[in-house]
């Protein structure tokens, strides 16, 4: 059987394509490049060699179960297999003939059992086909996870229309609910309104979490007290099963209840010195010490983007105390949402309340940012600390493996200083987040930041080669690459453009080889050019600069280089016509210094050269 298997960018570099070459049995030499969406990546072709089903399926059965994301396997009997349940049976059918096979103990055959309590115990199948059918006829089973998840999604939107209510985000517990039954049946049940006094986070969280229940919202976006439940059992009257799962509730509502109320007898101030307990790395300290660097940072931040660095400071501060709160001891995901609503029962500051919150964000892919400069000020300050630590004792990520999200705090940070438009240099802070750390890794986190800010731009829609140009110059300004890229691919849409592109290409070049044997030149000199040519070419530089420059420093990026088009035709005539590294030292330096302008101006903020194919 002949297979393509994409694999790592060819920007990932040439170990990544040795490693990728040697998993598939193939040379480095023989890997071919494709371009996709996201850029050039390696594809190795193989070929294995084919083999009778009876051989191989059970093998393939058991592997795939192997690397299944099940965290607690357990053992049953006297055998040796383990898996997240006892296995009873195994169905392994190729039309109406059993395949052969043993996978976790079992014997392959061609009987099921239906649901537990609704279906038929034993149930013989004439051939592989009629599977699913028989499940759902005879055994009240719905097989199909996507039709079984599509029956429970239907069932509970036109239960919460008929409680006037909303389901709000629960497409992760649908998922997740789906896998736990299967003929489900949804009824809806209440709880005792007093507990809305707590906040709607944690009956939400203990709801979903613990008893996989589907919370209702109102109009507005506030808990009822009512939830929904997928059941396992269809019946007439589901009132037993509605009581009993309203009467298993409400302890847990208790539960929050009380962690609550317990938690703000405390004042979060109170609680600061405790984190010095609490260890963030064994190499990098307590989560105190954490603390404080954060909060040099955070304000060294909010100062640099001229709001109040005392709420910073002080958001910063109190950033990291609910970790140590009884409801954040049950419900790590709370973190952040409860020291907002513990500072504000503490009379903080809103804006120092809401950093405490925001600064965990984004969270993943896709995640809201935080609102306002104080709030990105520690958002920032909070991911850059994780990021320069780990760096500076090289725990970095590795191939898949990133144990400790490092890639996702350094799209963060890109996404808080991009997206919200923050007048930062990236690599300041870089800088100022490595001071208190005596490991000297810069440079790794600056190539980091960049390979990150790669992917991001490529996923919003512009080319490789547009990234490219204006990544390779390394921009400090991060917040202004959306409009630089806008800017460049305006530019590529000219008709000028190509020619252009390969000309700084070609000036590159020169200037590259000029430069590794020793040349040195300075500004050019028109009393000292001699052809038509070159005379033109300055000419026109001199008049494409000077209309340039209002340009570049109001923010026209794009007028910035199209104001250059005009020197296509000047461009093509030198260098049709002079030769640049001439006999004649002087002249030569001094076209080598014109080209040298000329470089400098197209590409003040983009490589040009890199639009050339």
């Known amino acids: 059987m002949h297979s393509d298997t994409s694999g790592p960018s060819v920007a990932a570099g040439t170990k990544a394509a040795e490693g990728f070459a040697k998993k598939y049995g193939v040379t480095v030499d023989a890997l071919k490049r494709v371009s996709t969406a996201k850029g050039e990546v390696y594809v190795a072709s193989y070929t294995t060699k084919g083999a009778q089903l009876d051989d191989v399926l059970a093998q393939k059965v058991d592997a795939a179960l192997k690397v299944l994301p099940i965290s607690k396997v357990m053992r049953w009997g006297e055998g040796e297999a383990q898996f997240v349940r006892p296995v009873h049976g195994l169905v392994m059918m190729h039309g109406g003939r059993v395949v052969p096979g043993t996978v976790l103990g079992v014997p392959a055959g061609n009987t099921t059992s239906g649901h537990r309590f609704m279906g038929a115990a034993s149930i013989r199948l004439a051939n592989a086909d009629e599977y699913e059918a028989r499940l759902l006829k005879d055994g009240r089973v719905i097989a199909d996870f996507a039709a079984r998840k599509s029956e429970i999604d239907k069932q509970l939107l036109a239960e919460a229309k008929r409680q006037k209510a909303s389901l709000g985000e629960y497409q992760d517990l649908l998922g997740e609910v789906t896998a736990l039954v299967e003929f489900p049946a949804v009824y809806a049940g209440e709880f005792d309104a007093s507990f809305l006094e707590v906040p709607q986070e944690c009956l939400i969280l203990t709801m979903r979490q613990n008893q996989k229940y589907f919370p209702l919202f109102s109009p507005d976006g506030k808990l009822l007290p009512k939830f929904l439940i997928v059941s396992n059992m269809r019946v007439d009257d589901p009132r037993p099963i509605v009581d009993g799962n309203e009467r298993v509730v409400r302890p847990r509502l208790e539960d929050a209840r009380f962690f609550f109320n317990q938690d703000q007898k405390t004042r979060l101030e109170a609680r600061v010195p405790q984190l010095a307990k609490v260890v963030f790395h064994n190499k990098l300290g307590s989560q105190l010490e954490r603390m404080q660097r954060i909060k040099l940072l955070a304000g060294e931040i909010a100062r640099s983007l001229r709001?109040?660095?005392?709420?910073?400071e002080r958001a910063a501060e109190l950033s990291k105390v609910d970790l140590l709160t009884a409801m954040v001891g049950e419900f790590p995901e709370l973190q952040g949402v409860m020291g907002r609503y513990y500072a504000l029962h503490d009379s903080e500051p809103?804006?120092?309340?809401?950093?405490?919150?925001?600064?965990?964000?984004?969270r993943f892919a896709g995640d809201k940012l935080p609102e306002g400069?104080?709030?990105s000020a520690v958002a920032l300050a909070d991911k850059l600390d994780s990021l320069a630590g780990l760096f500076s004792i090289k725990e970095l990520p590795t191939g898949d493996k990133d144990p400790f999200g490092l890639r996702r705090a350094a799209l963060g940070v890109i996404r808080i200083v991009v997206e919200n438009q923050l007048p930062l240099s990236l690599w300041d802070l870089v800088?100022?987040?490595?001071?208190?750390?005596k490991g000297k890794a810069q440079m790794d986190l600056q190539m980091f930041f960049t390979e990150r800010m790669r992917s991001y731009f490529l996923e919003r829609g512009y080319s490789a080669n547009e990234v490219e140009a204006v990544l390779s110059l390394n921009p400090v300004a991060i917040a202004l690459i959306p409009k630089q890229l806008e800017a460049v691919r305006a530019f590529?849409?000219?008709?000028?453009?190509?020619s252009l592109a390969a000309a700084n290409k070609r000036i590159a070049n020169i200037l590259r080889q000029a430069e590794a044997k020793g040349e040195a030149f300075g500004d050019a000199d028109v009393s000292a050019l001699k052809e038509p040519a070159e005379i033109s070419l300055f000419e026109a530089l001199q008049t494409a600069s000077r209309s340039a420059k209002p340009l570049f420093e109001s923010g026209d990026f794009a007028g910035y280089l199209k104001a250059f088009a005009a020197l296509k035709s000047p461009?093509?005539?030198f260098f049709d016509v002079v030769m640049v590294m001439t006999d004649d030292k002087k002249l030569r330096e001094n076209r080598l210094a014109l080209l040298t302008a000329m470089r400098k101006a197209m590409n003040r903020f983009s490589d040009i050269s890199k639009l050339a194919t």
């Open 431 to 437: 800088n100022a987040a490595f001071e208190p750390f």
């Open 571 to 573: 461009v093509d005539s």
């Open 350 to 362: 809103r804006e120092v309340a809401d950093a405490i919150e925001q600064h965990y964000r984004p």
């Open 492 to 498: 590529s849409a000219l008709p000028e453009a190509a």
């Open 307 to 312: 709001v109040g660095v005392i709420q910073a």
């Open 373 to 375: 400069p104080i709030a």
